[in-house]
């Protein structure tokens, strides 16, 4: 399964944001750029995507995109131009084009192994999300980022049942770590659901954004799945590190043990 999968996953990284959480850091570098243990987050990314199944690589880009592309030429590269006047799920759209084939996303600012990849690689579901099942633990020496900010989930058997991030702490059986896989026929029906909230949204309140341009990925992933869609996973168990704040930052430089 996954040799065949080798030649068709291809990878799109979501990285137009300027991360302006992480100053200075982000002062004259996008936030991918930032090291951990002496590894920009983006080698890590892109070296738990190769390792885990995704064979080309596809940045969308926007603060900071030209040093990306000086420094990683082998990729595929989208801009989102709105990038300060727009969110995750309207910057992934800039590389609607290149979603004709099963493909995997990817948060930049994020810390996750092969693993996880490759088990969604490897998933049959249509729609299937990275979910860290050890979560809990990721939050104790978090003080900037509270669990309530956590794009927690719910899951019972193989299924998702929510993604929210209202869900309550002891009720979450995990949170999403900002890496999805769609196959050919989930892309399709993503791309399809996108188009008709954005004719329905656009310039206006859109689930818990107070427009649809400023949307997350998971407040459309709760909409499929109110709507019957259905979304799989695939879990980690703690491998996973996000990396919002200098916290984040200096707590990964111990913490993160892939």
């Known amino acids: ?16 944001g300027r991360g302006s959480r992480l100053m200075p850091t ?3 570098a996008p936030k991918c750029f930032a ?28 603060y900071r995109i030209d040093s990306v592309k000086r420094d990683y030429p082998d990729f595929i590269f989208r801009e989102n131009r ?3 006047d727009n969110n995750i799920l309207v910057s992934l759209m800039c590389a609607e084009d290149l979603m004709d084939r099963p493909f995997v996303t990817s948060y930049s600012d ?18 299937a999300l990275g979910v860290d099942a050890d979560w809990r633990e990721h939050y104790k020496p978090r003080t900037q980022h509270p669990p309530h900010d956590a794009e927690k989930v719910i899951t019972r058997g193989d299924r998702v049942e929510r993604v929210y991030r209202t869900i309550p702490y002891d009720e979450a059986t995990g949170e999403f770590i900002g ?7 989930g892309a399709a029906r993503f791309r399809d659901f996108y188009h008709r909230r954005k004719a329905e949204f656009w310039d206006r ?7 649809f341009q400023k949307a997350y990925l998971i407040h459309m992933f709760q909409d499929m ?16 590190r996000e990396i919002d704040t200098q916290e984040d930052m200096n707590l990964a430089q111990t913490l993160w043990k892939p």
């Not at 080698?43 to 064979?55: I, K, N, P």
């Not at 890496?179 to 026929?185: I, Q």
């Not at 309140?205 to 427009?211: K, Q, T, V």
């Open 1 to 16: 399964m996954l040799r065949h999968s080798q030649h068709v996953m291809r990878a799109i990284i979501i990285g137009a």
């Open 26 to 28: 982000t002062e004259d």
């Open 35 to 62: 090291e951990i243990q002496g590894k920009r987050i983006l080698d890590w990314t892109v070296e738990a995507l190769r390792g885990g199944g995704c064979t080309e690589i596809v940045f969308i880009g926007g």
């Open 82 to 84: 709105d990038w300060p």
């Open 110 to 127: 994020i810390l996750f192994t092969k693993d996880v990849v490759r088990g969604l690689v490897e998933s049959k579901d249509e729609l």
């Open 179 to 185: 890496v999805a896989k769609f196959g050919a026929e």
């Open 205 to 211: 309140p859109y689930r818990e954004a107070a427009i």
């Open 225 to 240: 799945i109110e709507q019957g869609m259905s979304f799989g996973h695939a879990d980690t168990p703690g491998k996973y």
